[in-house]
């Protein structure tokens, strides 16, 4: 499939890039979540870089950072994958360094300490942190390379801790090529460990978490922090909706004209490199339509000129009782609430998309959702929005989510992501898009 999204001009620009030969790095043997990696990588591996990037790279502590609207600056990329550890790391850093960049920071290990069906010695795990470094300086010796320490959580048992530690003092002795940041220290009580007010999980890192690493980063970013937490309750808490919206409202309220607004499909797009406009990305993994609307006020608070909408999916699969009616009043209350407090922002509300076979909750959830879409289709002339049937584009003859755009039956790979992207692009009703091609032609 020919790959549809804004970077492509610099992709064909980047594929000859050259490295010095080596032996390629064999793939993991071991994931956490398999299906999770393939997607994020498949993305990693066809988004370009620069000279001028600044590459948070690694385990969750990268994957999970708004590092872009930390430091205010369009230089900073993410490239983290949530679950990994230091062989996925290892594995990916070779495509990373071949752009270049500026400045990676890595951060990974957290993983390997924590796995118990198969323990990493912490030897292995620090050599592992070593030949990555190790490889990048020699792809890329201009680039600035730094380790940021493994931070010891609530998941640890007392040896894991100390585990971690030995891990750290490995690689803080070994650095050659790279720098060893503390930041660890900032981010432990006197148990030594992560916890409040850091984190309400045990290991996720929460606005004020994110908080303290991105000011001791400073120094080494080259750029000042602008994330200051500010937390607010709200009625629906699970522990990833509560470290996603902590983080949102650590920050800088700065104007963009575009929010990406849903569930985990949104959550996992990297946004602001598939769109040739500035766009806050406001999806959480697991969220449901009135999870949406319990947040809805802090997206109202930025005003944006468009909201795109996606959601629905995990309605369904959280509550098999659940019925395409009574989504569709939740939809109809979370649309009745933006177009009143934003009736000069454009709604586009994305159809629900279909399961592929192979996830366990395919049973019964493809005939609720397609019962969703009509209800969606049918409301635009009431509550004033535009639908755009992007299931259509992605589904297969047998009205499945495609198998070629998803690795475990209900995320999208980079292909679905480029597919959306470009409907995006090529929808001449939607009037941000409109304005961007204005502003191109002048």
Known sequence: MKRLFVCFAAMALFAGCSQKQMQPVAAPTWYANETYFQEKNSLYVDLPLDKSRIVMFGDDIADRGEWLMFYGDTVMRNRGIALEGTE???YRIDNIASYKPAKIFVSTGMRDVLRTDSPIPAEVSAENIKELFARAATISPETELYFMSIIP???MNAEQV?????????VKAGAKGYKYIDVTTPLVGSNGILGEPYCWDKFNLNGAGYEVLAKTLEPYVGKTALNKAADRE????FAHYKNRVSIFNSLPKTAMPVVMLGNSLTNNGPWYELLPFNCLNRGISGDHVEGIYNRLDDVIEQQPATINLLSGLNDFIDNSDRTPAQVWKSYEKLIEKITKELPNTQLVVFSTLPVNPITKFYDGINEKVAELNKYLSSGTQ???????NLAEKLMDENGDLDAKYTFDGIHLSADGYFVWAAMILSDPTLPYYLNFMDRMNQ
């Open 153 to 155: 959580n609530g998941l």
């Open 88 to 90: 996925h790391s290892l």
């Open 382 to 388: 009431q509550h004033k929005y535009i639908f755009i």
């Open 234 to 237: 709200y009625p629906e808490q």
């Open 162 to 170: 100390a585990k971690a530690a030995k891990i750290n003092e490995l």
